[in-house]
């Protein structure tokens, strides 16, 4: 399995626009926020100390989130690929079992999430720091790296019983682009999920995307949220955090039930439709 | 007996593609499946590799059946469409494969030398030529030294010089190795190089035979002649087989009795041809028409 990873993670890399376009979600939130979002919120958040901080972080934590959901689904593109390619068979006839190839498909996918998760960090806070001269706070590094580790888990398996039927390249196409582009809507990183409508926040509920980003969220701005917020009234705390989407699920614990709720339930689904989509993707003229 | 297969068909949605086929192949043998576009011959190797199963029938390789990991291990694949990674180099490509195997036998830098890989090790797949990439495949293929492969349509669309080449080593594979081929072609010629030739139509095996056999029994050797006096002709081909198209002649006859017959026809001939039967003739004979 070993020999598979290496090469599906060599695939993905191999490819520069592959991997930019991957990041194209990510970047499109980042852009967005940079041109008009940051002084929108700003204005919004006046009275809070440090908005600007605080808001750098807020934009992150989403991102962050849109990045795990695309660049997995890119890196599991190469399971579609591979089908209508017929590279599929010929894995096939080699030792590996069909069971291994798609766990090494879902494995490489999981790794190029952290990867790509781990750039995409370094590069806002790189900017950031630069730009709005946002600290380096070392301690939330290890709480971090286990979200995008977990996050980068569950859209894999996501991505997975997603493609579980797709056979061609152009309908994978189509696919991405519209996960792409919800991606962004549904972690609330162009725009706030306080400021949607109910129906929209009700549906956004139902996807585990705006918990994994309040998840990363409430890792990230801890510290600043105590700073800025050291003398304010509770219920402002907490209109602050659902407005912004940092809570979903009124407290950190229940998110994260959330989260595991939802990937025991894709990981059953995955598992259910194996035996059929094996039938259905190999057998082919 | 390596292969041998009993009863095979195979219907996709109701239509037939494949209809009872019945095979056996020896060890060492190189087999052809010679047969039309969409006569069913991929799909009848791709049962046989065990990408697809059958519908009914029975696929038995040394006691073992195509969907167990040690069939795997005895049979190597060239597909007809490059199933290699455009974008990793030949030797990552090759590599890759190769831990794919359990049982991995490292002869790869002998494969690469006699298939003059040596120069294009460190290129991309991707931007190779057509004879390029086939050889890589091919190689591809031997990587864990399988008893059998399966060659579907291994040079078509290829140049002169690289269809002997892979010929060439193959045929050295078979008398080193006991490799035992089996290969499906709509290419006459490379179907003369076979030991034994299986003719699919319509998914039906129309005809079995060794080379020789069906080239005796379906093909004709034809002298043609272009006589200078038609009259006296017809008086010494009176006990031949023969037709008449225009200024031409075509007469049935064997090699060693058209040098006698030439000898009696000199004085009334301007020129002559003679033509081996091949197996267009017999594809001819058998089907109605031609390969296309």
Excluded: C
């Excluded at chain 1, 908005?51 to 962050?64: A, C, E, H, P």
């Excluded at chain 1, 569950?154 to 994978?172: G, P, R």
């Excluded at chain 2, 036998?105 to 990439?133: E, P, R, T």
């Amino acid at each position: 399995m070993k020999g598979l990873i290496t090469r599906n993670l060599r695939l993905f890399f191999a490819s520069k626009s592959g991997i930019f376009f991957s990041l194209m979600g990510a970047l499109i939130s980042f852009v967005l926020y940079l041109v008009f979002l940051k002084q929108m919120m700003t204005q919004n958040w006046q009275s809070v100390p440090d908005s600007k901080n605080l808001l750098d972080l807020w934009l992150m934590g989403g991102t962050l989130t849109v990045t795990a959901i695309t660049t997995t689904g890119n890196a599991l593109g190469l399971m579609v690929k591979d089908r209508e390619s017929n590279r599929l068979a010929d894995l096939i006839l080699t030792d590996q079992s069909y069971l291994k190839i798609h766990s090494a498909y879902l494995l490489s996918a999981w790794l190029v999430g952290i990867i790509m998760q781990l750039a995409m960090y370094l590069i806002m806070q790189a900017y950031f720091m630069i730009q709005d001269g946002i600290g380096f706070e070392s301690s939330i590094l290890l709480p971090l790296l286990v979200v995008m580790i977990f996050s980068s888990l569950i859209w894999s398996v996501f991505n997975m019983l997603l493609f579980s039927f797709v056979k061609k390249v152009d309908t994978l196409g189509k696919i991405s682009t519209i996960i792409g582009t919800a991606s962004g809507f549904f972690a609330g990183v162009y725009m706030p999920i306080g400021n949607l409508p109910n129906f929209a926040k009700w549906l956004m509920k139902l996807t585990p995307v705006p918990y994994d980003s309040a998840i990363f969220r409430q890792v990230m701005m801890k510290n600043q949220l105590n700073d800025s917020f050291k003398n304010a009234p509770t219920e402002i705390i907490t209109k602050f955090k659902t407005e912004m989407g940092i809570v979903i699920g009124q407290n950190f614990n229940n998110d994260l039930k959330f989260m595991g709720l939802a990937l025991v339930i894709l990981a059953i689904l995955v598992i259910i439709l194996y035996r059929y989509n094996q039938r259905v993707v190999v057998n082919k003229v | 007996m390596l292969l041998t297969v009993k009863d095979l068909t195979k219907k996709f949605n109701h239509k037939i593609v494949v209809n009872n086929i019945n095979l056996s192949i020896n060890q060492g043998d190189l087999v052809a499946f010679l047969g039309p576009n969409g006569a069913g011959k991929s799909t009848t190797i791709n049962m046989l590799t065990g990408i697809i199963p059958p519908t009914t029938g029975i696929i038995k390789l040394d006691g073992l059946q195509p969907s167990s990991t040690q069939y795997h291990q005895k049979i190597g694949v060239v597909f007809q469409n490059s199933v290699l990674d455009n974008e990793l180099t030949v030797k990552e490509n090759l590599l890759s494969r190769q831990k794919m195997y359990r049982n991995s036998v490292d002869k790869l830098d002998d494969w690469i030398d006699k298939f003059a890989l040596q120069s294009i090790l460190n290129q991309k797949y991707g931007v190779l030529s057509g004879g390029q990439k086939r050889r890589v495949d091919i190689v591809r293929a031997l990587i864990h030294d399988p008893e059998l492969l399966f060659l579907d349509e291994p040079t078509t669309g290829l140049d002169i010089q690289t269809r002997k080449l892979i010929w060439k080593v193959l045929s050295d594979l078979r008398k080193e190795t006991k490799l035992t081929i089996v290969l499906t072609t709509h290419y006459l010629e490379e179907a003369e190089l076979a030991d034994f030739v299986y003719v699919i139509d319509h998914g039906q095996v129309i005809a079995a035979d060794t080379v020789n056999n069906l080239k005796q029994n379906f093909a004709q050797d034809v002298l043609t002649i272009y006589p200078s006096d038609m009259m006296k002709i017809s008086q010494i081909l009176s006990d031949y087989k023969y037709q008449i198209d225009g200024q031409q002649v075509a007469i049935f006859v064997q090699q060693y009795q058209a040098i006698d017959l030439l000898n009696k026809l000199k004085p009334v001939i301007n020129s002559f041809e003679y033509r081996r039967g091949n197996m267009d003739d017999i594809f001819l004979n058998l089907t109605g028409k031609g390969v296309e």
